[in-house]
């Protein structure tokens, strides 16, 4: 049994890593192509307009067609526990129903795309709505493309293939990279001006179109070697496995789509705020850059994991899992989230700041970097509760937390920017402008771990949450030392103002602070920190 146990901990260890390796290998190129976006317009009307324009396609791209979101969250819990006969069949029997339905919802984004835009962007002016309107139409059919990149990599986990669905997401950023290499060649410095940003514009979506495309594709190789691949119509939808991954899947998507409701509010409110949307989606992607690669390693193999331990003779194995899902994100995104506060300034210039992106743009983006620090705790904390649900088969209790989510999400938004009203700011001096959207949505994600985690309680009446509040207190008082030194070192130090300087201060910095934090977390005596470390120092050459 120990031995059994010992097996499957290294079975685990080596999904993650070859998770990790492969999403660490997209992130690096999202932020190429990021980097490349910032350098060639900056804030300005193309990336601003595709900001409101990408809400609905990405909302649908990142919800249906996402690893861990509830497409393949629902295909992974059902599919894992099935022959791979029965699979391919059921897999072809979701495709088709999923993909009639979102055939329609292509459809309707490109009728609806103008009172679309007009919703989620009130506050823009006529030139960034006419741009967003035309971006959103030519990014329309990534609705249909999400769902069937959705379940066939969930299908693919299920066969236990990781690879693939991990690094496929390269190829969107590599599509884009290209639109806009071909872009540049024909504007060249003047790519960010207001003459380009109609072609600016253009190239945007259809390249952002053309990578969701290239990821369908290639996992229809995979499929069809794991015996999966059956690509044609079927309409046996009254077989039980249907009904099995219809019963996760409608509750976990509505669920996943009350939290990005939370994602509109927040342009709601930025389209009065000039170059918010912009700021957001910059400092978001430095943000999702580790976060997506821990969420990867953590939430991929574990998955599986807890949709076995699901019956109740297993509910101490069950809780054990828990435990280790909740404090190894606390033990890596604590740190993680304390430096990304303390460095935001060096990062945001080593990062973004040359071309069109200037010193303004750098301002704005450091306040929203610092925003989403604070809260990448409570991102990743939430997802592995979610989940837990979802194995168990309770999809409601998460959408009903996250419609609760969403009308807290909308009054702390309207309070963080000043209370607008059609009269002017109600409470000025809340006003914290594109940074206080982000705080808004921390707030309601922290609430949102703590009522998970009293409902989970109930459910299985045995969880130890006074030490695991216990222990990641002391995680938070070690992130809070390693935050500090840095921020220090960064501040008190006179480092070259040149790019390598930057690269310096960062890295130097970051490394001390997060050496400060191994070093008390190991001392505080937190099993998984400890873990952490010792897995961290074997990797170091030199050290046995």
């Not at 919802?105 to 007009?118: D, E, F, H, R, S």
């Amino acid at each position: 049994m120990a031995e059994a146990s010992r097996g499957s901990g290294r079975n685990l260890r080596r999904i993650a890593m070859l998770v990790a390796i492969a999403t660490a290998l997209s992130k690096l190129a999202g932020l190429f192509r990021q980097q490349a976006i910032a350098a060639a317009f900056g804030v300005g009307a193309a990336y601003d307009a595709f900001n409101y324009a990408y809400v609905l396609p990405g909302f649908l791209l990142i919800l249906l067609g996402g690893i861990n979101g509830p497409f393949h969250s629902a295909m992974v819990s059902v599919m894992a526990k099935r022959e791979r006969k029965d699979s391919a069949q059921l897999l072809a029997a979701i495709n088709t129903l999923v993909g009639l339905g979102l055939l329609v919802v292509t459809l309707l984004l490109v009728l609806l795309a103008n009172p679309l835009i007009t919703l989620v962007g009130p506050g823009l002016d006529p030139e960034l709505h006419a741009l967003a309107v035309l971006q959103l139409r030519l990014m329309a059919p990534m609705a249909l493309l999400a769902g069937l990149i959705g379940l066939g990599f969930g299908a693919l986990n299920a066969a236990d293939v990781y690879w693939l669905p991990a690094i496929s997401p390269l190829l969107s950023s590599l599509a884009v990279l290209i639109g806009l290499g071909l872009l540049w060649l024909q504007a060249g410095a003047a790519i960010g001006t207001a003459t380009w940003a109609w072609a600016g514009a253009a190239v945007l979506a259809i390249s952002t179109l053309a990578g969701a495309l290239l990821q369908w594709l290639v996992q229809l190789p995979a499929l069809a070697k794991q015996g999966l691949g059956q690509l044609r119509l079927n309409f046996r939808w009254r077989q039980a496995g249907v009904r099995e991954v219809l019963q996760v899947m409608w509750p976990a998507t509505l669920s996943s789509g009350m939290l990005q409701i939370n994602v509109y509010t927040d342009l709601f409110f930025a389209s009065g705020i000039a170059g918010a949307a912009a700021g957001l989606g910059y400092a978001g992607l430095l943000v999702q850059t580790p976060l997506g690669i821990l969420s990867n390693m953590l939430l991929v193999p574990l998955l599986p994991v807890f949709a076995r331990l699901s019956a109740p003779e297993q509910r101490n194995e069950l809780i054990a899992r828990i435990r280790q899902g909740v404090m190894l994100s606390n033990a890596s995104m604590l740190p993680l989230g304390a430096l990304m506060i303390a460095l935001a300034a060096p990062i945001v210039a080593l990062i973004y700041e040359r071309g069109s992106f200037d010193a303004d743009a750098a301002q704005l983006v450091v306040g929203i970097l610092m925003a989403y620090g604070l809260g990448m705790p409570a991102y990743l904390a939430r997802d592995v509760l979610v989940r837990v649900f979802y194995a168990l088969g309770d999809g409601q209790t998460p959408f009903r937390i996250s419609v609760a989510g969403i009308g807290l999400n909308v009054g702390f938004d309207w309070l963080l920017v000043g209370g607008p009203s059609p009269s002017g700011l109600m409470v000025p001096a809340l006003n914290a402008g594109a940074p206080g959207l982000v705080l808004a949505t921390v707030a309601v994600n922290v609430i949102t771990c703590l009522v998970l985690l009293l409902a989970l309680q109930h459910k299985l009446g045995q969880l130890p949450l006074q030490i695991w509040g216990r222990d990641s207190l002391l995680l938070s008082l070690a992130a809070l030392a390693a935050g500090v030194i840095a921020w220090a070192m960064a501040q008190w130090i006179q480092w070259p103002s040149d790019l390598l300087g930057l690269a310096l201060q960062v890295a130097i910095c970051g490394g001390v602070g997060a050496g400060l934090y191994g070093l008390l977390a190991s001392s505080f005596g937190v099993p998984e920190a400890r873990q952490l470390s010792r897995q961290l120092l074997a990797k170091l050459p030199g050290v046995s």
